[in-house]
């Protein structure tokens, strides 16, 4: 089985899908890896790594897709892409299908398997496999040193000849994979920490990473397979006056507050921002989904109300070395799991491949995706 990975064309990305070390062991375990040439090197894995590790390099991408029998990507192909691949051949990558419609059309038309790495379902067995999780977990991490790195202001408690300078206060909205790292990196850099998050479950795993947890009284929501379901707008009115003054005191402000298949909720309005200390600062990694700050712009850092909102897409694209290699094993997991070097096995009913395939050979195949594209 042919495998191809190619330079990402999507801007600002500089993550790889597959690096020299999973080459090596996708080619002892048989597949013939094809690399695009130069695609692992905004990641710092050059031609000659790939090649050593037994990869061959192809100049010409349409040449290389045209030999594919699958093509292994972090972003969704692009209809150039699909167009280049042969009819009945796979994808693998992020695919966030339900944002798509046109590509999902493309792929029926041209009877392409579609995988998506943010479907594989959230279960134990499939922990190897979950990008959503490896990469949120980068972006936790660098949303607190962004925010540091604007912020006027250390984070650590400091006595000094000169004067005792006090910690700064961050309040994190969203205390999933993302927002628990930004916890630990926050605290590990002496920061005091608040958190707020609609699952009650999360208090507990904030406290123990030793920050203090803003509960809305009412118990918070129904979560379906861990993940928060959408609040009233009642209950977001409960949260905004319930964190409305910690968001004044606060010095940084990261949001990674999202709900799945839906637009991310508004937590800091224009209202509040203007109630936050001249040179504070928002970190928005919310902002792919449409932001949990009203004022933040997507892609953009902006001083708004004396506030820096910064509103930075893709971070992990910032951190694409330790990116490439998680995403790498996590992609290179789920392919071993549904294909042998013959080719792929196609059990239709396993979950994990239920879970995580689209399009299967024309026909759209996934019931998620499916309700939200009527
Ligand atoms: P996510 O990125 O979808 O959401 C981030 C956080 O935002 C969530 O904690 C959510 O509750 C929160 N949120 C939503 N609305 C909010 C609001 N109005 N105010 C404040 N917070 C709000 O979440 P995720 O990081 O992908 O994790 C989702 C769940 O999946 C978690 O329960 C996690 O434990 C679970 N998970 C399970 C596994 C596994 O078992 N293999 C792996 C990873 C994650």
Redesign the pocket.
Known sequence: MKLAIVKETKTAESRVAITPDVVKSLVKAGFTCLIESSAGMASGFGDHAYEQAGGAIVADKATLLQQADALLKVNAPTFEELEALREESVTISFLYAYTVPDLVNHCLRRRISAFAMDAV???????KM?A??SQ?NLAGYKTVILGANALGKIFPLMMTAAGTITPAKVLI????????QAVATAKRLGAVVEV????P??KE?VESLGGRFIQVEDGG?Q?E????K??SDE??QK?KDLVAKHVAEADLVIA?????GKK??I?VTEEMVKTMKAGSVIVDM?VESGG?CALSEYGSTVVKHGVTIIGEANLPALLPVNASELYARNISTLLLHLADKEGFKWELDEEITKGALIIHRGTLVHAFTKELLN
């Open positions: 379902p959230r279960i134990s067995r499939a922990q979950d959503l999780s949120a909205f969203g205390a999933g994979v993302a927002g628990l707020t998050d609609v699952r479950e999360t795993q929501v979560t397979g861990g993940y928060a959408a609040v209950y977001l949260q990674t507050a999202l709900v799945i991310a909720p937590l919310a949990n």
